[in-house]
């Protein structure tokens, strides 16, 4: 069977993970996660418009910088993010990708 690397996300800068960031399939895909609220999505649940092997490019792509995790469950690879360590590791990174707008702090 089939197991995918994750990498720590304590050891990835932020450049590495703003890189994988930076492409419209891309975050797509997070944002597609993120609407899926803590769900594992199959490769075949998201919507791209793209080949199979670019599609499989670009999840390597976020798994390598730690944004996304995946596993082997029989013939599908199960995709989820990891929304809580990337909060904890880059606090608000997404909220941006979402597309909604940063907490503004209040002046004294």
Excluded at 66 to 72: D, E, Q
Excluded at 100 to 108: F, G, K, T, V, Y
């Amino acid at each position: 069977m089939k197991t995918y690397p994750h990498p720590q996300l304590d050891d990835l800068p932020l450049a590495e993970v703003m890189q994988a960031l930076a492409d419209p399939c891309r975050i797509a895909i997070v944002r597609t996660l993120l609407e899926a609220d803590g769900r594992e999505l199959a490769c075949g649940e998201f919507d791209l418009g793209v080949a199979k092997a670019t599609c499989s490019h670009h999840f390597d792509v976020l798994r390598s910088a730690g944004i996304v995790a995946s596993r082997v469950e029989g013939t599908r690879c199960m995709t989820s993010l990891r929304k809580d360590e990337i909060e904890t590791r880059f606090p608000g990174l997404l909220r941006l990708v979402a597309g909604e707008a940063p907490a503004r702090r209040r002046r004294r």
